[in-house]
């Protein structure tokens, strides 16, 4: 529900990068879930391996929103410099009030105007923080849960084998009946 959130304010801002990185994420994690379900360890293992990839993903989302390594929140990166969006958030956070500003001295752009944001209560910066810092939560927590769920799978396929059920013995083991009881035939 949480990378379902974050999709629609992402399609909202129309930065393409999160869209991408949003949808691979619901994919995998739907994966993940059926492989719980169908007890499918190897799509468990695929989404532990994804989770690591999400957490990375996020770290670079929080870096690249706080403004670290020559990373700029100003820059079209997310958008792949498609567009000239921003946040979602940067305009429509808590508290903000938007105002427009029509520029008509400006010819062939009539229908656009300068939008300025002031009073907002937390920086859409902070908010985008925060949701990635919310998806490593969720990403950290899933790992563990996948971890367990595969070695409680993989124990239970250790516990039974098809051919000797539940016999205490190595697969292939010497039968230790006499060989004239296991040729006699059975009558109905």
């Known amino acids: 529900l949480a990378a379902l959130e974050r999709q629609v304010f992402d399609f909202l801002g129309y930065q393409w990068a999160p869209i991408l990185a949003n949808f691979l994420h619901i994919i ?13 360890p190897r799509y468990i293992v695929v989404y532990a391996i994804w989770t690591a990839v999400w957490v990375t993903w996020n770290i670079f989302i929080i870096c690249f929103y706080l403004e670290v390594g020559g990373l700029s929140k100003d820059s079209e990166l997310l958008t792949f410099n498609i567009s000239r969006h921003q946040s979602w958030w940067s305009e429509n956070g808590p508290g903000c009030v938007r105002k427009e500003a029509s520029m008509s001295g400006i010819k062939g ?10 009073g907002c209560a937390l920086e859409y910066r902070y ?14 927590v899933g790992f563990v849960y ?24 190595p697969l292939y083991h010497v039968n ?13």
């Open 109 to 118: 752009l009539d229908s656009h105007s300068y939008v300025s944001v002031i």
């Open 28 to 40: 995998i994690v739907i994966l993940g879930l059926f492989g719980t379900i169908q007890y499918r």
């Open 146 to 169: 996948a971890c367990y769920v595969v070695s409680v799978f993989t124990e239970e396929e250790d516990s039974f084998d098809f051919i000797g059920g539940f016999d205490p013995f």
């Open 176 to 188: 230790e009946k006499p060989t004239n009881l296991l040729f006699k035939q059975t009558y109905l």
């Open 127 to 140: 908010i985008e923080v925060m949701h990635s810092s919310f998806q490593i939560l969720i990403a950290l």
